[in-house]
Every structure is written in structure tokens, then in C-alpha cells.
């Protein structure tokens, strides 16, 4: 039975990792830049969603819908303020790491002066509570939830991705940006959007992830960004597709190790990243490279 508990739990859970991650995946595929400040963007959405419940009233489900605006407007406006200095630079890669790790320090600085060093957490009340009977087994309300609201702003993500214009230009960007800047595509407009789409994305996570985690507080960022970026090397980097599926067994593995080994749980993330790298470096769907 806690074997059926843990799959089930996994595959609920694995759906809002594969949303966690998969602004992080985004950025990268599109720009080559690893956002260490991601998990910072995802405990914003966490503390958006607590002021917008307790300033305003309004429902966390309703909450998802008010944060995607306003983050892909930061994210837009982050990325001109960011990214167009950084270009110019010889150690690009390098560079973008040392400078998405001073974005992550500022917004947890300003994360703490503004909601203090102490986690934030929702009411109860504030989404169902009651456990929900599935299979003969009480999963937490929450889980569902999650699930629910994952699965449609995933769909709608790789609709955007792979049946609209704009998503067209950005896989043509992810394959080869000098040649889709040469066939007249605007490289800096769509990287800009795509990095808008990669904190909406991350923001939109923040709002359940405050459930998820039991609350929300200025400095979990760095645990959040190497989950998410465990999950993405195990799918394989710039893949949507690939962390989707590195989601769901991320969320499996780690329910399982909940359940039979609680107290090494913790380690899921770094073993993965380590096997990955040992096992199958290109990740679950990358295909291996020569170099000659």
C-alpha cells in the first residue's frame, strides 16, 4: 500500500516539479544561461500569493492568473536591464552565472526586508483541506491541487511553444540563434519574451510551491533552484519534453525515498544530478554530441 501511496503521490508531485522547472529549462534552451536567482523567482510567487490572500483576499487559484502578467513583465524588463551588457562580454557563460548569482542574493535581500527572515504559510482554509480518498489511499488536498493547476499552464505552455509564431521563433532560436537571426528573426525581442514566459513560469510555481513546502521564506531559493535544476540536467538541458518526464520521476523517487528512507530524502536532488552526469551526461533525452 505505501508502495501505491508513494507512485501516486510521485506522479501528483512530479507534475509541479516539471512546472518548477520548467522556466529554467526555458532560459536556458533559449539563451544558454543557467538563472541561479530562479528559485528566488519561484519563493516571489510564494510571497505574492500570501499578500495577495491576506492584503486583498484574494484566492490563491485566482492568485495564479494575477501573477502571470505581472512576471513576464518583469522578466521582460529584467532581461533588457540584464542580458544586452552581458552579451557583449567574452566569458558569456561564466559571466551570466556570477551575475544571476548577485540577482539571486538581491532578491532574497529584499525578500527578507520586506516579509522578514521568518517563513510565511497559508491558512488552511484558504484552499480545500480535506484529504482526498483515491484508490483507497488519503492524499493531501494540496497534491491534487497542484496537479490541477500544472497540468493547463503546462498545456498551455507547450501549445504556445509548439503551435504559435512566437513559439516557433523561439525553438528556432533554442536550435541555432545566429541562423534564426540570419532568416529575420528578432533574436533579442523573442529571448526577451521567452525570459518574460521563464519567470511567469517559475512565479506561477511559487503560487502552490507555498503550499507544497508548507510555507515560504526569503531564503529557500537556493534549495529551490537546485531542485529544479536537478530535474532539468536528469531531462536534459533546454528539452521541455525531457523535463516533464524528469518531473514526474523526480516526484516518484523522492516520494518513494519519503516513505522508506525519510532521513535521506534530502540527497534525492544532488544524487541525481551526480548519476546524471556519471551515467548519461546528455540526460534522458539528449542525444550524445561528437566532437571532431
Same mark, same amino acid.
Given at each position: ?22 522556466? !529554467? ?8 544561461? *543557467?538563472?541561479? $536567482?530562479?528559485?528566488?523567482? /519561484?519563493? =516571489?510567487?510564494? +510571497? ?86 483515491? !484508490? ?8 491534487? *491541487?497542484?496537479? $490541477?493547476?500544472?497540468?493547463? /499552464?503546462? =498545456?498551455?505552455? +507547450? ?134
Amino acid at each position: 500500500m505505501l508502495f501505491e501511496y508513494s507512485i501516486v503521490g510521485g506522479i501528483l508531485l512530479g507534475l509541479f516539479y516539471a512546472l518548477m522547472a520548467m522556466g !529554467l529549462n526555458l532560459v536556458f534552451g533559449v539563451q544558454k544561461i *543557467i538563472n541561479l $536567482a530562479h528559485g528566488d523567482m /519561484i519563493m =516571489l510567487g510564494g +510571497f505574492a500569493t500570501w499578500e495577495l490572500y491576506y492584503g486583498l483576499h484574494i484566492n490563491p487559484i485566482i492568485a495564479v492568473i494575477i501573477v502571470i502578467p505581472f512576471s513576464i513583465a518583469l522578466g521582460y524588463i529584467l532581461y533588457y536591464i540584464l542580458i544586452p551588457r552581458l552579451k557583449t562580454a567574452k566569458d558569456f557563460e561564466t559571466l551570466s552565472l556570477v551575475l544571476f548569482f548577485g540577482v539571486s542574493e538581491v532578491l532574497e535581500a529584499l525578500a527578507a526586508l520586506g516579509f522578514g527572515n521568518n517563513e510565511r504559510s497559508m491558512p488552511s482554509g484558504s484552499l480545500p483541506a480535506a484529504p482526498i480518498q483515491f !484508490l483507497g489511499q488519503s492524499y493531501q488536498s494540496d497534491w491534487f *491541487i497542484a496537479a $490541477a493547476v500544472a497540468i493547463p /499552464i503546462l =498545456l498551455i505552455f +507547450f501549445l504556445y511553444l509548439y503551435r504559435s509564431r512566437l513559439g516557433r521563433q523561439t525553438r528556432a532560436i533554442m536550435a541555432d540563434a545566429d541562423e534564426a537571426a540570419s532568416v529575420g528573426i528578432n533574436a533579442t525581442r523573442v529571448s526577451a519574451i521567452t525570459f518574460g514566459v521563464g519567470v511567469a513560469l517559475a512565479a506561477v510555481s511559487g503560487v502552490m510551491a507555498i503550499y507544497i513546502f508548507s510555507g515560504v521564506q526569503a531564503s529557500e531559493g537556493v534549495s529551490l533552484t537546485i531542485i529544479a535544476f536537478a530535474i532539468i540536467v536528469f531531462g536534459s538541458l533546454g528539452n521541455p519534453i525531457g523535463t516533464v518526464l524528469a518531473g514526474l520521476l523526480f516526484g516518484i523517487v523522492y516520494q518513494l525515498a519519503q516513505v522508506y528512507v525519510p532521513s535521506w530524502s534530502n540527497l534525492v536532488p544532488y544524487v541525481l544530478v551526480l548519476g546524471t552526469m556519471l551515467i548519461r551526461p546528455q540526460g534522458l533525452l539528449g542525444r550524445r554530441t561528437r566532437v571532431v
